[in-house]
């Protein structure tokens, strides 16, 4: 979590954004749901608490990478399969560790979602807690699905598996697959574990770049002016970025490692190479900062006479943005679980931590992603942040298992304030359909091979 100051001048503004933000809370049409609905998501996700423990426990003890979620995905689908109404479907759009289950209501109406995400860090296990990431999605949707049976409510509740969030862009696959604009969603929900509980998500515009270097070996000290030292290319691009990094905004990012540098002290080395991540605030920042990266590399390769090639891993990751009508009815729904919240215009505007794949679906249907603090079995919070060994640890304790329960019942709060409350669908989307440009860029940038 980052810590923020602010300055009179960011407080002043604050201010007036507060303002803005409350006035048009104020002018909403809509009407949000009746809150005496959570009482029964209350009681009943109490009464299901003792079978979705073992399902908790079982993701956290057993991490699995990235599109190598066959327990999880065996585990999650057999679960869902084993309440009545679910339509289970594994293994949907050409990946194998993604799933959907359905509940249908009694007609149409809003396709209220959650994704439910299961994939762990190699070496760290579940140290982004994404067992509770799928506990909440669970739990949230079982616990809607119940509210419209019992209120006979029209509308579809889904749940998907989402796999491979962390790198590799699970659902950024899914979505250019089809899988939620064919399921029609109406808006996406999803939560993550954190140190701290937020209503909102704020994260970067991501890229990931794998590059080589190719040189020409000869004898270092015999005939070093035959060779071309792909060592060298290699370093004077990663003292051009460390030059850059001065002229770059504070949310214009590049970290990176050398992977392979030479094999041998007396011989020139033909081949060297590295991976690089970028990240900006938006898409629209994320394009100008790579070019001007692609030239610091381009440097390298011009300087020494090595050849350049580069790759843009897929998928990018775009921005979250948190859907603000959402945000309203998760603040209602948590705070009336007696959940504490920060101020909400101060929260909204903090620098960017980390990136996700549910920015991606975010720019195309409403979406929120609340964090929420986990605990250590003593109650204190972990040590270490998501991606570190205590957070790991965290992951995996009843505390935080609880935490998780209670923020699915705010989550199928908002789900059902989505299914009953008129005209909130077409609200939220209007927020979608504001979004700016993402400056035209497609998808597909995210695709394109750099060769030189
Ligand atoms: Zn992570
Ligand atoms: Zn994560």
Redesign the pocket.
């Known amino acids: 979590m980052q810590q923020l100051f602010f300055s009179k001048a960011v407080v002043l503004a604050l201010a007036i954004a507060g303002l803005v933000v409350a006035s048009n809370t104020l002018t909403r049409p809509v009407r949000r749901g009746d809150r005496s609905y959570m009482r029964s998501i209350s009681e009943y996700i109490d009464s299901i608490a003792d079978e979705l423990w073992p399902i908790n426990k079982e993701l956290h003890d057993n991490p699995e990478l990235g599109y190598k979620e066959f327990k999880a995905h065996k585990l999650l689908t057999s679960f869902m399969e084993s309440h009545e109404g679910w339509n289970v479907s594994r293994s949907i759009y050409g990946t194998e560790t993604a799933f959907s289950a359905v509940y249908e209501g009694t007609g149409d109406g809003p396709i209220v979602s959650f994704n439910a995400?299961y994939d762990a860090l190699l070496g760290l296990g579940h140290a982004?807690g994404?067992n509770l990431i799928a506990t909440v999605a669970v739990t949230g949707a079982l616990a809607t699905a119940e509210i419209m049976k019992s209120e006979n409510l029209p509308g579809k509740v889904i749940l998907f598996g989402t796999p491979a969030?962390e790198s590799l862009g699970g659902k950024v696959k899914m979505l250019e697959a089809g899988v939620f604009h064919d399921h029609n969603i109406s808006i996406s929900l999803i939560a993550?574990p954190g140190l701290s509980d937020t209503a909102y998500m704020i994260t970067s515009s991501t890229d990931r770049i794998d590059l080589e270097y190719y040189g020409k070996t000869a004898h270092a000290a015999a005939a070093p002016y035959e060779g071309v030292n792909a060592q060298d290319a290699l370093v004077l691009a990663y003292n051009a970025i460390a030059m850059l990094r001065q002229q770059s905004r504070a949310t214009d990012l590049v970290h990176g490692v050398i992977t392979e540098g030479g094999q041998s002290i007396n011989v020139i080395p033909e081949l060297a190479t590295a991976s690089f991540q970028i990240r900006s605030k938006d898409d629209s920042d994320l394009a100008p900062w790579t070019e001007r990266l692609l030239k610091c590399f381009e440097a390298g390769a011009l300087a020494t006479g090595a050849e350049l090639n580069l790759t843009m891993r897929p998928y990018g990751y775009s921005n979250m943005v948190n859907n603000e009508l959402l945000v309203d009815s998760f603040y209602d729904n948590y705070e009336g679980l007696n959940g504490t919240l920060p101020d909400r215009v101060t929260d909204s505007m903090r620098t960017p931590g980390g990136s996700t794949d549910q920015g991606n679906i975010a720019w195309e249907f409403p979406s929120i992603q609340p964090m929420f603090a986990i605990y250590n079995e003593n109650g204190s919070l972990p040590s270490g942040g998501?991606h570190t060994a205590p957070f790991e640890v965290a992951a995996g304790t009843k505390l935080s298992f609880k935490k998780a329960l209670k923020v699915a019942k705010a989550m199928a709060g908002v789900a059902v304030d989505v299914l009953t409350t008129e005209g909130m669908v077409d609200e939220a989307w209007k927020e979608i359909r504001s979004l700016p440009s993402r400056n035209g860029i497609s998808p597909s940038r995210r695709r394109r091979s750099l060769k030189s």
Request: net charge negative.
């Open positions: 995400e982004c994404h969030e993550h998501p």
